[in-house]
């Protein structure tokens, strides 16, 4: 994910060259698609394990709670895709001249309410996907409309968060994320058992 | 432990394999399930370990219904599938140590049960190198270690040697004194009349 992330990463500052100013109007969107990307990357490959030799059978039969597969899917997931974030987005910073000169735990705050928006919407379509046959083709056409609303947040956040505009300006697109996160999470949770049945 | 089932209903894209099923087990029997392919046999199976859903009915293990919602009401059996259900990245010893963890079976005595199972040698392969017999040895294996009172058995035999299928009897034996109820799919009717009570040969709707 890391490597996938930084090679776009790689193509936006190539293809890019425009002046600094304009640079950082896009920036935003271009690092929201870049963590969009790399997290289909990820949800992709989430129940690649379980749909080996039907080793979901394994759990799905078991006296267990099949929402608790979920949460921890979504967590494994987030905790993935962050560190992929970590790792891409100073060469993000650097490859496309952008300053760093804003509040670093907003902008911490902004990556995991957005990434576990994508991230609980995209573990419930990868449930969802899981016993089709197209899935890799699946998840990404499923995921891409589903999580628009979190993308067009996300940047809304980071746009303003970019500007140096005070959080009581954008606090209503950081509630979006957070009630994305909140709301698929749970609803996630609650309809799992139903979407590993057979 | 009781087994119900009661007017069960499926259908596959409004194709129905199952119209108003119904199926009555007491403690420690033993059923043999046979029928032409497509005729609902893992289907059963399936629909009574809750691993697929069901259109309509109900199924009683001893006085819970099995309902998705409640997985308690699955503690009770196990499904040995003809598909692996397990995970291939893992040796046979570290899936053991994982279903068991899933049935609340904290101290598990896997290492005597590889050895009854004769797998002791290949406890540390990774499942995926597992040949067919040896992967029918662990499933039987997981049903030895979670000792449900259900056994829901898929094709036990397929795949395993003499030795195997003689193992595979004499658990069957240990598992009657001890009053399991074992349904067993098997397309062998000869083996399936010499080793239970009863057979219901299933036909396609």
């Known amino acids: 994910m890391f490597i996938f992330g930084l090679s776009i990463t790689l193509i936006f500052a190539l293809a890019f060259q425009v002046a600094p100013m304009l640079i950082r109007t896009f920036a935003p969107g271009l690092l929201w698609v870049v963590i969009l990307f790399t997290s289909v990357l990820g949800l992709n490959r989430l129940f690649s394990l379980e749909r080996e030799e039907h080793a979901m059978w394994s759990w799905t039969s078991a006296p267990v709670d099949r929402g608790t597969v979920y949460i921890s899917k979504v967590i494994s997931a987030l905790l993935f895709v962050l560190m992929s974030e970590i790792l891409f987005i100073v060469p993000f910073f650097i490859f496309l001249n952008l300053p760093a000169n804003f509040s670093f735990f907003q902008f911490a705050l902004i990556l995991f309410l957005g990434t576990g928006a994508i991230v609980s919407v995209g573990c419930l379509i990868s449930g969802i996907t899981l016993q089709a046959g197209l899935r890799d083709v699946l998840i990404p056409i499923l995921l891409f409309p589903s999580a628009s609303p979190v993308a067009i947040a996300a940047t809304k956040c980071t746009g303003s968060l970019f500007d140096q505009k005070p959080m009581t300006e954008w606090n209503f697109w950081l509630l979006i994320l957070g009630s994305f996160f909140v709301i698929f999470g749970m609803f996630g949770y609650l309809v799992f058992n139903r979407i590993v049945e057979e | ?93 570290e899936n053991l140590t994982f279903i068991s963890g899933l049935y609340g079976k904290m101290n598990p005595n896997i290492s005597n049960v590889l050895i009854k199972v004769r797998l002791d040698s290949a406890h540390d392969k990774l499942v995926k190198f597992y040949s067919q017999g040896m992967l029918q040895r662990l499933k039987l294996a997981t049903a030895i270690i979670l000792d449900p009172d259900i056994l829901l058995l898929d094709e036990p035999l397929t795949g395993l040697d003499v030795d195997g299928i003689k193992l595979f009897e004499s658990v069957i034996v240990e598992w009657n004194e001890l009053r399991k109820t074992m349904i067993i799919v098997s397309h062998n009717s000869d083996w399936l009349r010499t080793n239970t009570d009863r057979i219901i040969e299933l036909k396609q709707c």
């Not at chain 2, 409004?14 to 392919?37: A, D, R, T, Y």
């Not at chain 2, 370990?49 to 998705?68: A, H, Y």
């Open chain 2, 1 to 93: 432990m009781n087994l119900q089932v009661t007017n069960l209903s499926k259908s596959f894209y409004h194709s129905p394999v199952f119209q108003s099923f119904s199926l009555k087990m007491e403690s420690g029997e033993k059923i043999g399930l046979s029928g032409p392919n497509g005729s609902g046999k893992t289907t059963l199976l399936k629909m009574i370990s809750g691993i697929m859903s069901i259109d309509s009915g109900k199924i009683r293990i001893g006085e819970n219904d099995v309902n998705p919602d409640e997985p308690d009401t699955r503690k009770n059996l196990y499904y040995l599938g003809h598909s692996v259900g397990l995970y291939p990245g893992l040796t046979g010893y």
